[in-house]
């Protein structure tokens, strides 16, 4: 008997990507043209703002413009994932770009009152081959979702960043003390524009995944036997790390 678990993983990790790539390729020149047309809606919108309106038309006038510009960040949302940009890479500090990810979500954590929790591994120094800026983009988005996916009633309030190695992947863990994943859900949350939140616009998962699968690497979802959404990124180590396989000298 042979356990075929990863090689199933992995065929349905190209299949979604494939998928992402096709349907990003046929709506990137639709969507160009709905922010040509938003943009002049925009324009409308703040000209009737600076006329001397009543206070009803002035309020009609303010709810457009938020609106159009709710708009305009879906439809940018949505090129940065169809057009997507070639990725820059380099030999990356995970833990030092991990640390510079808690500076910035620092306001989100105080105002949702949930504790940051980041574990490493043996490994004092993790470096991998990656797009700094673009690693970070997806590691924000996945820190941020866990915090949001805390109901306010949970007592347990925390995300938990863990880190470690195997052979020639840096993995990372995102787990939070929400109320996980629905199993149906657990094959569309990377699927563009699904989403669960009222004020969502179910790209931020798409884009991570795109990410993270140019690099070469993984990311799958799961629910965690303790309850909560447990997130795993696999990207690939950096060049400092061949020597540590005897096979490379």
Do not use: W
Request: hydrophobic content about 40%.
């Amino acid at each position: 008997m042979t356990d075929i678990t990863e090689v199933t993983e992995l065929r349905e990790q190209v299949a979604l990507k494939n998928n992402l790539e096709s349907l990003g390729e046929m709506s990137a020149g639709l969507a160009h043209e709905f922010k040509n047309a938003i943009a002049t809606l925009q324009g409308y919108a703040q000209l009737l703002q600076n006329l001397e309106l009543n206070e009803k038309a002035q309020v009609a006038a303010g709810s457009l413009l938020n609106e159009v510009r709710n708009l305009a960040a879906l439809v940018t949302a949505f090129l940065n994932f169809a057009r997507p940009q070639p990725l820059q890479l380099e030999d990356t500090d995970l833990h030092g770009l991990i640390a510079d990810c808690a500076v910035e979500l620092k306001p989100l954590l105080e105002e949702l009152k949930v504790e940051l929790v980041v574990e490493k591994g043996l490994d004092s120094e993790l470096i991998v081959h990656a797009d700094e800026r673009m690693l970070r983009s997806g590691l924000l988005n996945l820190a941020r979702n866990a915090c949001e996916a805390i109901p306010p009633e949970k007592t347990e309030r925390s995300v938990v960043v863990r880190t470690n190695k195997d052979t020639q992947f840096a993995v990372i863990e995102v787990r939070d003390t929400g109320t996980g994943i629905p199993a149906d859900q657990l094959q569309k949350i990377f699927i563009p524009f699904f989403t669960t939140k009222p004020k969502g616009h179910g790209v931020g998962l798409a884009l991570t995944h795109r990410v993270i699968t140019e690099h070469g690497g993984t990311l799958t979802a799961a629910n965690a036997p303790e309850g909560g959404a447990v997130f795993t990124i696999k990207v690939p180590l950096g060049n400092t790390h061949a020597s540590d396989d005897p096979r490379a000298a």
